[in-house]
């Protein structure tokens, strides 16, 4: 049973355009969403989280929107650059006090920014 | 740089024998997680410990492996009479322990260990 679901394993933008990547989840008890950009052969370098208390957070060229009654999250990246290639995660966690703060990872999604 | 230290990066063990993996938090952490990673997957949660406790093992087989974080030293993920199906990306993550609510821990990984089981 997948609790977190990026439904695009890849995705495809052209430089200086607008990247947007996915995440769906089930659980109502997440309440704070993390994404990670990876690059193979490496771990997850964290990126930008977002409480649910707040429905945005922006940092530089990255901005992370929660549609809680939806359930969905959304990673926005402008300008896309060549560097952003990478597969990105969201992942998600419980962090009422009752959980180990674990996370919940989705299966990614390739992004492939063309220069 | 103090970023969170895994070794070793590659591993290559034969079915039957042990496999040690050894992680150091970020100065400052005291939280560990470890996760595995399935090709085409996403990271699966194993185990949460703090220094000298496991606090949730519930991601973890229940047999042949473990897991521990002493009070001095790096944090050990042990896998006994590895078999075939346990080769995969196995990353450590830490975090700070968090004083105020909200409670929200911000995961910092390290690079992972490749088990490959011959």
Redesign the interface.
Known sequence: DQQ?KQNSPSLSVQEGRISILNCDYTNSMF??F?W?KKYP??????LI?I?SIKDKNEDGRFTVFLNKSAKHLSLHIVPSQPGDSAVY?C?A?D?S?A??????????TKLSVIP | NAG?M?NPRHLVRRRGQEARLRCSPMKGHS?V?W?RQLP??????MV?LQKENI??E??MPKERFSAEFPKEGPSILRIQQVVRGDSAAY?C?S?QKQKLA???????????T?LLVL
């Open positions: 977190v309440d704070y993390l990670y052969a490496e771990g997850p370098t964290f989280s409480s995660f992942a966690s962090n006090g959980g180990s703060y674990q996370l919940t990872f989705g299966k990614g | 969170v895994q939280h997680y996760y085409e997957e996403g990271l699966k949660f949460y606090i949730d519930s991601g990353f993550a975090s909200p409670y929200q821990e911000t995961q910092y990984f390290g690079p992972g490749r």
